[in-house]
């Protein structure tokens, strides 16, 4: 069974605490999409059909009437309260969210991609290197994009090698993977 916002589990994984109060994001607006309101998508996680199990996002505050595969890799959406380009254009950068007890349960190996942004990390060494900024996928495995404290962002593969372990405060990568 496959899951939203998260990729295939790594059983040699540890994880420990839980953020179960935390909405889980789902997509992005990007943009209005012609003039009838319908609204462009940036997509997380496993794609449109993610999206397509759920109708009501952000509390309630948007209801999927719509979405449509853009094959581009996001996907073109209209919600009940958006009737015009103008009101479209206002949801740019709006995230979409769902309560995360409205997904599937996932193991003590699984996380969601919400649950790893803004992490601190360290190295298993115990220095301190940065925040998850990011959290990235091209089609194999997921890619942590951290933001070093002097400002600068490098990607380290979400791997048993490069990250042996995470938690609800602190993502841990191997000292070699550190930039």
């Known amino acids: 069974m496959t899951h939203p916002a998260r990729p295939t589990p790594d059983p040699s ?3 420990e605490g839980d953020k179960t109060d935390k909405p889980v994001t789902l997509a ?3 943009g ?3 003039v009838a309101g319908e609204v462009r998508l940036k997509l997380f996680g496993e794609g449109i059909d993610a999206l397509k199990g759920h109708k009501s996002f ?13 094959h581009k890799g996001g996907a073109v959406a209209r919600f009940a309260e958006v009737t015009d380009r103008g009101a479209a254009e206002k949801l740019r950068g709006t995230t979409l969210t769902i309560p995360r007890d409205a ?12 649950d790893l942004l803004g992490l601190a990390v360290v190295t298993d060494t115990g220095n301190a290197v940065g925040t ?3 959290v990235l996928n091209y089609g194999a495995s997921d890619l942590i994009e951290i933001e070093k404290n002097d ?12 990250v042996p372990e995470w938690n609800a405060d602190r993502l841990v990568i191997a000292e070699d993977f550190a930039q």
């Open 13 to 15: 994984r540890k994880r």
């Open 103 to 114: 997904l599937p349960p996932i193991e003590d190996d699984e996380y969601y991609h919400a």
């Open 32 to 34: 209005a999409h012609g």
């Open 28 to 30: 992005a607006v990007i």
């Open 132 to 134: 998850v900024a990011d």
């Open 151 to 162: 400002g600068g962002r490098f990607l380290v593969p979400m791997t048993r090698q490069a």
């Open 58 to 70: 952000n509390g309630g505050a948007l209801t999927l009437v719509k979405i449509r595969d853009d």
